[in-house]
């Protein structure tokens, strides 16, 4: 009996715990004293669909301008085994035939890069950040 009253105990203290409004704490995004502190929403990420089949690419064309900043989602298919290769990101990723791999990333480097089948040194398209 003893047990179960100091259980009860324990249970109501933790639920009436942060009840008093003045010592609870705001709901998330909220700083004390009712201001918002909420982070903007990013904007969303631009694709980049290209496709090497046949010796031939398509998708994009020989140059792709970006503000520098933007959201990337580059998607790749391919006839044959690869890798594709962002020069400048040092950032690769493989293909595998009929696959679409898919490489996201901030294009937060202000310049102009290449984008490359890497083992082939084929390059898909230039990426030029400004």
């Not at 009840?19 to 904007?43: F, H, I, L």
């Not at 046949?54 to 064309?61: N, P, R």
Request: glycine share 10%.
């Amino acid at each position: 009996m003893h047990r179960l009253l100091v259980v009860v105990v324990l249970l109501l203290a933790g639920c009436s715990a942060g009840s008093d409004p003045d010592t609870a704490a705001p709901p998330a995004g909220v700083v004390a004293g009712g201001s918002s502190s909420a982070p903007s929403p990013r904007p969303a990420a631009r694709t980049l669909d290209v496709t090497f089949a046949g010796g031939e690419i398509t998708g994009v064309e020989g140059r792709v301008d970006v503000a520098k900043g933007e959201q990337l989602v580059l998607r790749v298919t391919s006839d044959i085994v690869e890798e594709i290769h962002v020069h400048g990101y040092d950032l690769y990723v493989d293909l595998v035939p009929g696959q679409t791999a898919q490489l996201a990333f901030e294009a937060d480097l202000q310049g102009s890069y290449e984008v490359e089948l890497h083992d082939a040194g084929r390059p898909l398209f230039q990426l030029r950040v400004s």
